[in-house]
């Protein structure tokens, strides 16, 4: 039996926006939030608050917030490693936010330049002011299907970060399959780790589709009753510390799956395709989506 509803969030504006070498003005970025929306989006990661030296095309994330007219019922997370993120976060409202460690030291060093032990104790404070101001705190773990500096990444080394983020009071975990390397019996295994310490509602996939399986990834997460995955409107983004990654998973190609398997989402797909088509015109390239170009192609057609 596969969950009769998934919650998907939209991490294109954060995640799929954060490398673009070009800056992405903040009015499209908010248009492409606002469309996200009308399509019926519920969830949507909207940018981070993170150093501008490291990452600068995110460096308008308050101005990108204020510029949002918020929806009632629709959620807006923002990313935050550290307390001078989430100082910067608080005055925006986010509904949640996002700590972010990886399941790999060689990672966890290149992307927040700290260790894993090290990040937990910076999450730490950030997680109980945070929670104190009444939000909601996402921890995402990075390389837990593999790392782009390491290799391999054991299941001991994920569940660790698990327990790490359950331990300083972390709501929910998201595994991330950052270099998209992951094979459907190895993420439900890194599932089953995260289930040990968390209920299914608060576990999540974020799967990039480096290598094409991210759908089969989803699939197989759904079997075990897991109901939450992270999306890139048309499949846009990589991390800047993960060369060579492409993009989260479309948005597009997850809800025409889900709709086909009989799942609702809650998402208008012809509402989502136009968002999708707004910001890769924007960004001056076709969409990666594959159901997106497919269902663009069949209007013209
Ligand atoms: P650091 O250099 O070790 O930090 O960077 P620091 O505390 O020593 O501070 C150095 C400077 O940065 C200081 O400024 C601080 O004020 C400033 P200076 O005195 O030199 O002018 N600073 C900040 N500025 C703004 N906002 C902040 C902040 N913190 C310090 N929050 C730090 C540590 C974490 C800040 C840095 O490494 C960083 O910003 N990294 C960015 C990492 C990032 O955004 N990666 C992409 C997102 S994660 C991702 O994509 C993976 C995910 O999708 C899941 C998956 O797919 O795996 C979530
Ligand atoms: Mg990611």
Known sequence: MLPSQVTLVDV????????????VAAGVKVELVHRLQSAGLKEIEVTSFVSPKWVPQMADNTEVMAGITRR???????????????EGALPTRPDEVVVFGAASEAFSQRNINCSIEESIERFRPVAAAAREAGLKVRGAI??????????????????????????????????????????????????ER?????????????????YGQALANIYASLELGIHTFDASIAGLGGCPYAKGATGNVATEDVVFLLHGLGIATGIDLDALVDA???????????????AGKALLAKRVG
């Open 12 to 23: 294109g504006p954060r995640d799929g926006l954060q490398n673009e070498k070009l800056q």
């Open 142 to 191: 990075s390389c837990a299907l593999g790392c782009p500096y390491q290799g391999e990444v054991s299941l001991d080394d994920v569940e660790r970060v698990v327990r790490l983020m359950k331990d300083i009071g972390v709501d929910h975990v998201g595994m991330a399959d950052t270099i998209g390397v992951g094979t459907p019996r190895r993420v439900q295994a890194v599932m």
């Open 72 to 86: 009632p019922g629709v959620r807006y997370s923002v990313l935050v490693p550290n307390m001078k993120g989430l």
């Open 194 to 210: 995260a289930l040990k310490h968390y209920p299914l509602v608060e576990v999540s996939g974020h799967f990039h589709d480096t």
């Open 276 to 290: 999708g088509a707004f910001i890769s015109d924007a960004l001056g390239r076709p969409p990666v989506s594959r």
